[in-house]
Every structure is written in structure tokens, then in C-alpha cells.
């Protein structure tokens, strides 16, 4: 028996129908930030396991294609501080959990994902963090994202190195942690 016909059986019509309406939404949604294409296969795998909606953070200016460009203004933004402008800020209003998913950046998180997270969009939401790197691992990140979503849960993540999303172990790996994080 699902959950509707669960109420329908114990509560009288204009119960359920109060109910449906003020229930909040169990939806869940994959915010996520990728340089190299590593963190959006990341992200594709999470929503082809949850059935999860999918924002991809687009910087109004593109980063450089060059590796070596990138890691230098990479280490500028973060110390400056630097949030750079997004094309557009997802709307997550209507989703309970949020997979947020950035490349390691120096330790933590990539500016265009500290221009999202510091919208305040998080608040209240559960955060499911997952993160790409080439050997740093987690690094800051989990800090940094309890440090600017204090409102907001922080469930266990998960953390992979580089393009090894792309392997069929890894994405049964992302499958099974997805489907259990997700609400």
C-alpha cells in the first residue's frame, strides 16, 4: 500500500486533500559545477539512479581550457574570496535533499559552487556533498560547507578521483550511495 491510498484508508477525504497540499515535497535535485566533464558524469550517474532533477552552474564567464590557467585563477578566486557571477541560480526551492557536487579546488570547493552555496539557496535543505579531485581528496570542503550552510543538514558524501567516474565499478559505487542518500 503507498502512502495515498495508506491516508485515503485512515483519514477522511478533506484530510487527504488538506494533507497533499501542505505535505512538503520528498524531491530530490543534483546541483553541481564541472571544469573537465569528471563531476557531470558524476552528477548524470546520480540521476540515473534517484531519477534526481540535474542543475549544471554555468560561470556568466568560462573558465580557460588550460589545466595550468585554471589551478592560478582557481588559487586567486579562493583567496580573494572571489564569487564569480552564474549565468542563472537554480530554483531548489521545492526539493528536500540536494546532491551539490564540485571539483576539488584547492582544497574545497570550485568558486562558481561558492557562488551557489553562499545564495542562500541551501538553507533548510539536506546536502549531500560529492566531490572529484586529483589527490586531494575531500580536502576542506565538508568544513567549508558546514562553515557557510549552517542552516542546512550535511549528510555522508562521496569522493572520487578524477576520471575514474567513467569506470562501470565506479558507477555502481555512485548508484548505491545515490538511491541510499536520496530522499
Known amino acids: 500500500m503507498n502512502r495515498s491510498d495508506f491516508l485515503k484508508a485512515i483519514l477522511p477525504i ?14 530530490t535535485a543534483v546541483v553541481f559545477y564541472s571544469w573537465s566533464g569528471n563531476t557531470r558524469e558524476f552528477a548524470r550517474a546520480i540521476r540515473e539512479a534517484t531519477g534526481a532533477d540535474v542543475f549544471e552552474l554555468e560561470p556568466k564567464t568560462k573558465y580557460s581550457d588550460s589545466y595550468s590557467v585554471v589551478v592560478k585563477q582557481a588559487k586567486r578566486e579562493l583567496e580573494e574570496q572571489y564569487k564569480p557571477p552564474l549565468n542563472s541560480i537554480p530554483d531548489v526551492s521545492k526539493y528536500a535533499a540536494v546532491f551539490l557536487g564540485t571539483p576539488n579546488w584547492w582544497g574545497t570547493m570550485s568558486s562558481p559552487v561558492r557562488t551557489f552555496v553562499a545564495s542562500g539557496a541551501l538553507d533548510g535543505k539536506r546536502i549531500i556533498p560529492f566531490i572529484t579531485h586529483r589527490g586531494s ?13 549552517p542552516k542546512s543538514e550535511i ?14 565499478s565506479a558507477r555502481r559505487d555512485i548508484a548505491a550511495w545515490a538511491k541510499k542518500s536520496a530522499v
Open 155 to 168: 549528510a555522508d558524501g562521496m569522493v572520487l578521483w578524477g576520471d575514474s567516474v567513467k569506470k562501470t
Open 14 to 27: 478533506a484530510a487527504v486533500s488538506a494533507f497533499a497540499e501542505t505535505a512538503p515535497a520528498r524531491k
Open 137 to 149: 581528496r575531500w580536502g576542506n570542503f565538508p568544513a567549508d560547507l558546514k562553515k557557510a550552510c
